[in-house]
Structures are given as C-alpha cells and as structure tokens.
C-alpha cells in the first residue's frame, strides 16, 4: 500500500522538523456519555433516559426468546444490525415528559440487583437537569424489572418520593394476585421482583381500564398491547399536531421483530396474542408515521417504523442531530 506508507512518513518527518519537546502520552478518559437526550413533539419536552443495557440470555438465550427463529434466518438479519456478538444486545430506556404541567416519567429503568447492567436510570435524570422529587407521575407500560425497578430498589424507598404510579389494572393485578403466579413465565425471581418496585408506593397507585384506550393523565393516553403480559400497554400523546407513541415490550430487539413481527415471544404470557399487538402497532405506526420511543430501541430512543415489504418492517433511527 506505497499511498498509506508514505502518508506516514510524511507525518513522521513533520513531527521531527517540529521538534517540539517530549509530552506524556494523554491518559484514556475514560468517560461516557451522560445517557441523556432531548427533543420536543409540539409543546411537550421530551427527555430519554438511558438506563442500560441487558444481554437478553446470550446465544444460549435466544432459541427460548425467539423460538420461531433459526440459526440461518437470525445470522442473515444480524448482518444488519451492529450486534454484540454473543446474545441479543438490548438496551434499556425510559422516558421523561415535561407537559408543562406534570413531570412524567414512562417507566423508569431496572437495577442492578436483578440485571448488573442496568440500574442508571436515575444518574441520567439528574444529568438531565431533573431531580427524582420533581416527578409527579411514572407510567409503567407493564411491571417488567426493567421497566419497574427504579421505582424502588428496596421495596421500602420510594426512589421518586412525590410520584403517583399509574398502571394497567390487570396488569396491577397479574402481578399482585397469588393466583396469578403460575401464569409468569419468568417464575418467582420476576415476581419478586415486580412486586418490590410498586410496594412502598401501594397508598398511590392509580389504576386504568385495559379494554379500551384511556385519558390516563390530560392529553395522554394508554394504547392497550396486550401478551407480552396481560395488562402490557403502551401510551401516546399529542401536541400541536405532533404525537409520539411509547412503547413497552413490542419489540425487544428492532432489527430482528420489526423484520419478523410474527415470530412469538417464548417469554409472553400470550404468545399469540402478543404477536397480534405487535403487527397492529407496527401497523399502525407505519401508516400513522408519528414519533415512536420504546424501552428497547436503539439509542438514542428516537424513531419511526416503515414498511419493509410484505408482512415486514423497520426501524429508521431519528439521527442525533436533529435535537
Ligand atoms: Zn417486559
């Protein structure tokens, strides 16, 4: 390669002419970014937050996740996509809504006392300008850990000490009702784990119907995406002619669920059903093509779906750039 060779010794003859005295090699920084990004939709200042990310099991993990899968299909569609090598690369997300009237959080990120690498959730905010105590809402899409966990890390500390919680009925009940726990596929590490998030806050939770969409605060509404679990929705809102939906669990993994929509979940309650809500938001939001924020979409938590052919679709980023 004579072009790359003598690129480099001209750089190395320009340093020597220069001669400028001997400087200690720059230590690594070492330091990330602050796991936060901004934009507005209308008049609603929107804030996500970057919580983690989770490794969804490993390769041993994934025949389980998505057992419709095979070796062939999933190496064909990994191509796309800028994958860990091993496992299902997930990050975690959450989301903050200042309505100018309420500060709202969309589920609020894990801990990483049940997945190590997750747990950041509340770093981010405060890098955002915000403090946990100014939180007057947090809507959880479903009572999943890392979605739910930062409410609580303790199961007696309220991390957002003047909040509301707002959540499905069923799914409030799903993962309160022992007669329900045989239901979960996950078993009792989740359960425990869900239930520790919304104890300390059982004086103030409020609950909302799963059958229909629902107002759940002024000018926000509940989508129902039932089968993930039974009471999984995901909440959308409008502002000067602008909407965003936020999504829970639609799709773990973007790349390969938006291609792949009806591949089942093997961790729903409701395989079937889950597929369903899938190809309906995916549907919908393709059609509709308004904002789209989901816990698991790439970083930095801005998007739209698009069709991709019969019975497919993709996730195209929001680039950084456009604030
Ligand atoms: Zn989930």
Redesign the pocket.
Known sequence: MPARRSLFLAAGAAAAAAALPAQAAAPRAGTRNPGFHRTMVGDVEVTVLLDGAMGGGGEAGIPRFLPDSTPEELRILRERAWWMDNGLHQPVGAYVLNTGRQLVMVDCGGHSSFIPTTGNTLAALRASGYQPEQVDVVLL??I?P??ALGLSYDGTTRNFPNAEVVVSAVDHAFWTDPAQESRVPQGQRFIEAGRRAIRPYADRIRTFAMDREVEVLPGIFSVPAPG??PG?VSFRFTSQNQSMLIW??IA?QTVIQLARPRWRVG?DVDQAMGVESRVRHLEMLSSERILVGG?HVPWPGFGRVVRDGEGSFAWVQRPFQFG
Do not use: I, L, M, S
């Open positions: 899409t479903h999943h890392e979605h993930h679990t999984h829970g669990d773990h961790v816990v």
